[in-house]
Every structure is written in structure tokens, then in C-alpha cells.
């Protein structure tokens, strides 16, 4: 069965820290994996996307990691903002076309 | 701005209304999607367009009508619709084709069933 999993559900961090965020996922077949932020009240919107052959890429204070044996990614932020507080969702693209799997977001509250 | 716009973003309404959700897109693309967002839940894939026709339906009831026009713009329509149908409606496009890539969301319309 196709999932996504995220952990953790929700975190909590002080303005400068850093904090990294899991995503676990079992589709196949694997086209690529995308972090989106979303705002409460507002859509989704990419934050960066993995391919099978990358294993790292930085978006500003945003770095994603893939490890396409084990299925695991994650998204790193650097320097935290107090605009960083959002929902981070990772979504998963089957090589099968239009199908993606979302995970359920992790909630990140920046506090200064 | 995404290139993707949905009206209205607010909606209230009672059971017995009956309401209609926009979504237009400006990308060019060909694949158009409604999702639900319930609190704590994943995002809910309820349908999908491409070129205008649609790909999918998954297993959504009959109280949500989709109507995809042409390839720029979706509606969902609302009819005796639950409060358990009180949610976050995101539309989002994509290009089409098997590997479609990146999705781009709307701002979502929320929905309140009374």
C-alpha cells in the first residue's frame, strides 16, 4: 500500500533554533518527493523537490535529504523564523501519472 | 501567487443550500484536482481532470458535483451537503503526463456546513 508518514506530528522550537522534519514513505513506483509549506488558511505551496538521483537540495534556509534505499527524507531549516510556523507536508509522486500521496504535516510553531 | 485562484475563499451554508466552488488556473496546465482538508487527516484526493475529462472520482458522494468546462477551469457543486463536510477545499493543477511533478494549490475555500 502507498503511504506517507511524517513524524513528528507537531513541534515546537525558539526563533534561531534548528529543527528537522521526517518523512517516511513506501510508493512505488517512485517519481519524485516535494516539501510544501502551508500557512494556516492558505495552500500548499513547493518548497523543494527530490529526484531519484539527488540526495540533497537547498531552498534559502530549506534543506531536503533523500535516501532513496530506505525511503526516508527530510527537511531541515536553519536559523528559524517566526514565519517558518506553518504545516510542512511531504508528498510523494507515483511514476504512474497524476498520483500523489500526501503525508498528514507536521506543525511547526516558531516562538521567539 | 500560484497561478491558481479559487473563489469564494469563505463559505457558509446550510444543509439544504445549494452552493458552487471556482477554481481557475493560468499555467497552462491540463490536469485539474479537488482536495479535501480535514483537520489531522492527509490531504483527500476527490477528483481529477485531464484535458477536460475526468480521470477520477474516488468514491466521493453524489452531494459533490464536479464540471470542468475546459482546461482552465473547475467547479465543485454543493448540494445537502453534512457538517461533517465542514472542511478546507484546495484545488490545485498540474501538468499532465506520467511524471506530472509539481502540484499548484489555490488558497483553498473554507467550507462551514451549518
Known amino acids: 500500500k502507498n503511504q506517507v508518514e511524517q513524524s513528528p506530528q507537531s513541534l515546537i522550537i525558539l526563533e534561531g533554533k534548528n529543527c528537522t522534519l521526517q518523512c517516511n514513505y513506501t510508493v512505488s513506483p517512485f517519481s519524485n518527493l516535494r516539501w510544501y509549506k502551508q500557512d494556516t488558511g492558505r495552500g500548499p505551496v513547493s518548497l523543494t523537490i527530490m529526484t531519484f538521483s539527488e540526495n540533497t537540495k537547498s531552498n534559502g534556509r530549506y534543506t531536503a535529504t533523500l535516501d532513496a534505499d530506505t525511503k526516508q527524507s527530510s527537511l531541515h531549516i536553519t536559523a528559524s523564523q517566526l514565519s517558518d510556523s506553518a504545516s510542512y507536508i511531504c508528498v510523494v509522486s507515483a511514476n504512474t501519472g497524476n498520483q500523489f500521496y500526501f503525508g498528514t504535516g507536521t506543525s511547526l510553531t516558531v516562538i521567539p | 501567487e500560484t497561478g491558481v485562484t479559487q473563489t469564494p475563499r469563505h463559505l457558509v451554508m446550510g444543509m439544504t443550500n445549494k452552493k458552487s466552488l471556482k477554481c481557475e488556473q493560468h499555467l497552462g496546465h491540463n490536469a485539474m484536482y479537488w482536495y479535501k482538508q480535514s483537520a489531522k487527516k492527509p490531504l483527500e484526493l476527490m477528483f481529477v481532470?485531464?484535458?477536460?475529462?475526468?480521470?477520477e472520482n474516488n468514491s466521493v458522494p453524489s452531494r459533490f458535483s464536479p464540471e470542468c468546462p475546459n482546461s482552465s477551469h473547475l467547479f465543485l457543486h454543493l448540494h445537502t451537503l453534512q457538517p461533517e463536510d465542514s472542511a478546507l477545499y484546495l484545488c490545485?493543477?498540474?501538468?499532465?503526463?506520467?511524471?506530472?511533478?509539481?502540484?499548484?494549490f489555490g488558497e483553498g475555500s473554507r467550507l462551514t456546513v451549518l
Open positions: 481532470y485531464n484535458f477536460k475529462e475526468q480521470t
Open positions: 490545485a493543477s498540474s501538468s499532465a503526463g506520467p511524471d506530472t511533478g509539481e502540484l499548484f
